[in-house]
């Protein structure tokens, strides 16, 4: 049996600090911010990895704060078990 794993979300872009040239990927969030019932303001950093140089490219040329959808699958990582998206397209909206 074949499943199906694709995820599209929308938010805002977050550099993380520990970017390195040399790493495998280009890793960053997406920032959302969501109400509560009780009216406070959660925060969600969706950990983002981008492995495409060419869609890597796009990420970093993206300010911190611009508004971004992101298509991909949710992946774990196999040595730390980290849930992360794995991104194949990032467009500016």
Known sequence: MQFENCVTVTGVMHHIKKDRQDE???LFAVK????KAD???RKDFLVTRVFIP???QIARS??????IKVSG???VSSGSGEMYIYAVNIEKI
Request: proline share 0%.
């Open 24 to 26: 495998k990927y280009f």
């Open 62 to 67: 993206l300010d911190q704060g611009t508004i």
């Open 54 to 56: 060419e869609v890597a």
């Open 39 to 41: 009216g406070s303001i």
């Open 32 to 35: 959302q911010e969501t109400e």
């Open 73 to 75: 699958e949710l992946r």
